[in-house]
């Protein structure tokens, strides 16, 4: 039986009549340290169901514009191949005019979603919210790696960067040749408020990808990691952001990747579970600049 988001009960059976698509991909061929983002997608729609469906803050019940669980796409290899399904299967969503959500898996499959986006809308924004930059041109003999996706992206879109906390010097020097410095960790930490406006500040006027991988949080919030590093995003923090960019009205998709589940731990999985639907509820509930 195939896993839904919020389960049986929460979800539309027909995609057409959802307006919300979750796009499970199991796939972490190329994870270097901790393996086990390939069941980071069913951790999460297993967990999903037994979260509230009102959120208190907005007032508001997000599920009922309709959730749509796709079955998992079918981990294929090369990486690069594994980015084409996904590219396909996010296209097929925007065509019939739903709202995609990519959960991984590692982040290699990011590729693929914003392939797919920029073929429907053009000039694109992404913001990553990582602990680790990923612009690596090549890393274990594949520039496919999760540790290049973002620089497969950067020369196709307006990349923001948020909550880095590690890299190479190489990736150090491309970013300082490049002119665009990420916000640190230590930097949201500093002055949370301030860094969410210079986010703001940095983004064109067009449609967000906002990527999100689960190190970005601190350990202490998200240990269910590949690569987990101290230092990073609280909860409250990571919100801040959420909630500053649902306002803009100009996020088109995004995904949550990354997590690799710790047995007998389920804290991880809910947590990143009630990340996306409160993520969800920031861009659909009623206001201004939403829905």
């Known amino acids: 039986m195939t896993l839904a988001f919020l389960g049986p009960e929460g979800a539309v059976a027909d995609p057409s009549r959802a307006r919300i698509h979750f796009i499970p991909v199991p796939f972490d061929a190329t994870t270097c340290y901790r393996p086990g983002a390939r069941l980071g997608p069913s951790a999460i729609l297993a967990a999903s169901p037994h979260m509230e469906w009102y959120d208190e803050e907005l007032d508001a019940e997000v599920w009922r514009l309709g959730l749509y669980t796709r079955p998992p796409l079918e981990p294929v290899l ?10 396909a299967a996010v296209s097929e969503s925007l065509s019939v005019g739903a709202f995609p959500v990519v959960l991984g898996g590692e982040h290699s499959v990011t590729v693929g979603a914003v392939s797919a986006l920029r073929e429907r809308v053009g000039d694109l924004a992404v913001v990553q919210f990582d602990a680790h930059a990923d612009l690596r041109e090549n890393y274990q003999g594949s520039p496919y790696s999760h540790a290049c996706v973002m620089r497969r992206i950067w020369d196709s879109a307006r990349v923001r960067q948020v909550g880095i906390r590690s890299l190479s010097r190489p990736e150090m020097e491309f970013l300082r040749a490049e002119g665009r410095p990420p916000i640190w960790a230590r930097e949201v930490k500093a002055d949370c408020a301030g860094a969410v406006r210079r986010l703001l500040d940095g983004l064109p006027d067009i449609p967000v990808y906002v990527t999100i991988d689960l190190d970005c ?33 100009r996020v088109a998709a995004f995904d949550v990747v990354e997590l690799a589940p710790l047995p007998g731990l389920a804290a991880p999985e809910y947590t990143a579970a009630r990340l996306v639907y409160k993520f969800l509820t920031y861009l659909f509930a009623p206001g201004p600049g939403r829905g």
């Open 78 to 87: 090369p990486p690069e191949a594994m980015i084409e399904a996904v590219r």
């Open 217 to 249: 949080l601190d350990p202490a919030v998200m240990p269910a990691v590949g690569t987990p590093e101290p230092g990073g995003l609280s909860w409250d923090e990571i919100l801040a952001f959420l909630r500053a960019l649902a306002g803009t009205g």
